[in-house]
């Protein structure tokens, strides 16, 4: 008995070949990379308004196992991470900032220092801008709390302290409010940010100037960096 060979059509091959490149990339920004826009200057110096992050949703997945940790690239969210999350005040907005308390900790902050249980912490990240850029004068306070983070919960904070929201005025960051962890830049913009929501005649002048800056206006000593 001879037995037809079916063959698939040109068409229906690209067809296959486009929905499963979609359902790909459909799983790894919701399960494993996401990329993001910094649109203020709260990170201040270590990702500047422009920078184009990649996000790693998988750092935080949950385990059942003390192996899956030692073997996949998962941890627990610790102190000094940079990490996206919903703002907890409007859940539909991404925020990023660092992890500075964890549940658990008192955490205050005195004349800038911030103290864990009582004991100064190292920051090396942190700027503070006021003392040079006076309209930052008493924008965020220079003292806080103390307050007690509570399980499951973190407290975030800009690395540019004086020109940062976080925390310090809408409180603690749920877990399962966090996106993942920020840690690579892949690409770095100067130049204008957005392109013109209104008109088609604005959008396409705003595109045009994108094209037209984009080498000289191109950060491209941040290619790459790595994010900490």
């Given amino acids: 008995m001879e037995t037809v060979e079916f063959k698939k059509s040109v068409s229906r091959e690209y067809f296959e070949a486009i929905v499963l490149a979609v359902i790909l990339a459909l799983f790894f920004r919701t399960f494993v990379i996401e990329a993001f826009k910094i649109p203020s200057s709260s990170m201040e110096d270590n990702l500047l308004i422009g920078d184009h992050i990649l996000v790693d949703k998988f750092a935080y997945a949950p385990t059942s196992f003390a192996w899956e940790k030692k073997l996949l690239p998962i941890h627990d969210v610790k102190r000094t991470d940079v990490f996206v ?11 990023i900032k660092r992890v500075i308390g964890v549940g658990g900790e008192t955490l205050e902050i005195r004349s800038r220092q911030v103290y864990i249980n009582g004991k100064p912490i190292k920051e090396p ?84 100037r994108i094209v037209i800056r984009f080498i000289p206006d191109t950060r491209w000593n941040r290619f790459f960096k790595i994010i900490r």
């Fill in 85 to 95: 999350f919903k703002y907890p005040e409007d859940p539909t907005r991404n925020f």
């Fill in 125 to 208: 990240y942190k700027v503070h801008k006021s003392d040079l850029e006076p309209e930052l004068v008493g924008l965020m306070s220079d003292n806080f709390g103390p307050v007690k983070v509570p399980e499951g919960y973190y407290f975030a904070m800009g690395d540019n302290r004086d020109n940062s929201k976080d925390s310090r005025a809408w409180g603690f960051v749920p877990k399962d409010y966090i996106k993942g962890r920020a840690f690579i830049i892949y690409w770095s913009f100067k130049g204008p940010q957005n392109v013109g929501p209104t008109t088609l005649g604005e959008t396409l002048r705003g595109l045009a």
